[in-house]
Each structure stands twice: as C-alpha cells, then as structure tokens.
C-alpha cells in the first residue's frame, strides 16, 4: 500500500515560482519507484509535466521544458517539482504518481493569476 501526498500548491503571481512536493509513504523500496508529476484541468485529461526514473533520468512534458524542475530525495520518500516563470496557462491541479501503477496523490491546485 502506497499513500502519496502532495503539497506547496496556492496562488502565485504571473512570472512566480513555486515548489511542490509530495511524500510517499510505502513499505516498498522508494528508490525503485519512477516518479511523475500531472495536471489536469477540469474537464480534461492528466497530462504528464514531468518524470524522473529510478536512475534519475528526468523528462518532461514540451510546456516545462526550461521552466520546470523536478528532483528526487530518497531518502526523504519526496519527489519535487519547481516550476519558476509560471503562466497563467499553468493553473492546475498537480499530481504526483508512482509511474506504471495506479497510485496517486490527492493533488494540490496551483492557480497562477495577478
């Protein structure tokens, strides 16, 4: 059983940054996990923003690239997304996943609005 819980979404102004995160709790090895984050808009599909694998090879979706960063701690169970130059586009639900499984988090909505 794994619970995944994100935070560090709110309300940040054109051009802002924020950071996520979200902590996993699992009696599993965190470390053999690859990890994503996703958004989804009301209405429309998840789309994924980011991922980094269990040998930290990252990827991300065409919108993050140069913009967004995601980063794993393992031994703190985390895996984190720093979104910096945020648009308004951006506003979202976020979420984090254990990438191949249907585990994910509750979300954590990040509204970027002047």
């Known amino acids: 059983q794994v619970r995944l819980v994100e935070s560090g979404g709110g309300v940040v102004q054109p051009g802002g940054s924020v950071r996520l995160s979200c902590s996993a709790s699992?009696?599993?090895?965190?470390?053999?996990?690859?990890m994503g984050w996703y958004r989804q808009a009301s209405g429309l599909k998840r789309e994924l923003v980011a991922s980094?694998?269990?040998?930290?090879?990252?990827d991300y979706g065409y919108f993050a690239k140069g913009r967004f960063t995601i980063s794993r701690d393992n031994t703190k169970n985390t895996v984190d997304l720093q979104m910096n130059a945020l648009e308004p586009e951006d506003s979202d639900v976020y979420y984090c996943?254990?990438?191949?499984?249907?585990?994910w988090g509750q979300g954590t909505r990040v509204t970027v609005s002047s």
């Open positions: 996943r254990i990438i191949g499984t249907e585990s």
């Open positions: 699992t009696e599993s090895q965190f470390n053999f996990f690859d």
């Open positions: 980094i694998s269990h040998l930290h090879i990252t």
